[in-house]
T-cell receptor, first 114, second 114 residues
Framework: DAGVIQSPRHEVTEMGQEVTLRCKPISGHDYLFWYRQTMMRGLELLIYFNNNVPIDDSGMPEDRFSAKMPNASFSTLKIQPSEPRDSAVYFC????????????FGPGTRLLVL | AQKITQTQPGMFVQEKEAVTLDCTYDTSDPSYGLFWYKQPSSGEMIFLIYQGSYDQQNATEGRYSLNFQKARKSANLVISASQLGDSAMYFCASSGGGGNKLTFGTGTQLKVEL
């Protein structure tokens, strides 16, 4: 079975540009998570969805960040406009069920904003 | 809110020896889960092992075992018979609070030496 799929794997963009990260969760999973990993802040949750509905977006840094999940097999994380401090690895993860369910991570998107 | 503390930024172990990676957690949730993930230099996040707060026995998965001491709020990872391929960053994480979001520690960099 395919795992969590993320695209692109690497993205280099210039400050002020719009960036869209994409994620396809494992088929049948009902939870989807977006995490960001940086040296300074470690791994932090940005937002998560349950059955395509955003449940907790308290980790989204600011209004420049937005996430959508139009259907059970696709989610996007958008940054507009991007800034150099957004440079990080962005992970998408999915799981089946609530507390105690294992989250399976995608390979991540390494974003560099110049 | 949940908090995970990993006090060992780096660890060395000889090949074929056992190693313990420390993790303490702080939560007020009555039901929670504890996870360990491995992140090799290639960057992906690999699930290793899970322990539920109500599980009576320590979790084991192959060479990995979780030493769960609820009263001490510790969830240490034990890797037996270390292999060179175990060299990686290891993250402890917890979930709870009615949702499934993970709170991660800062990680321990493990280096397995010949």
């Amino acid at each position: 079975d395919a795992g969590v799929i993320q695209s692109p794997r690497h993205e280099v963009t210039e400050m002020g540009q719009e960036v869209t990260l994409r994620c396809k969760p494992i088929s049948g999973h009902d939870y989807l998570f977006w995490y960001r990993q940086t040296m300074m802040r470690g791994l932090e949750l940005l937002i998560y969805f349950n059955n395509n509905v955003p449940i907790d977006d308290s980790g989204m840094p600011e209004d420049r960040f937005s996430a959508k999940m139009p259907n059970a097999s696709f989610s996007t994380l958008k940054i507009q406009p991007s800034e150099p401090r957004d440079s990080a690895v962005y992970f998408c993860a999915s799981s089946l069920g609530a507390v105690g369910s294992t989250q399976y991570f995608g390979p991540g998107t390494r974003l560099l904003v110049l | 809110a949940q908090k995970i503390t990993q006090t060992q930024p780096g660890m060395f172990v000889q090949e074929k020896e056992a190693v313990t990676l420390d993790c303490t957690y702080d939560t007020s949730d009555p039901s929670y889960g504890l996870f360990w993930y491995k992140q090799p230099s290639s960057g992906e996040m690999i699930f290793l092992i899970y322990q539920g707060s109500y599980d009576q026995q320590n979790a084991t998965e192959g060479r990995y075992s979780l030493n769960f001491q609820k009263a001490r709020k510790s969830a240490n990872l034990v890797i037996s018979a270390s292999q060179l391929g175990d060299s990686a960053m290891y993250f402890c994480a917890s979930s709870g609070g009615g949702g499934n979001k993970l709170t991660f520690g800062t990680g321990t960099q493990l280096k397995v030496e010949l």
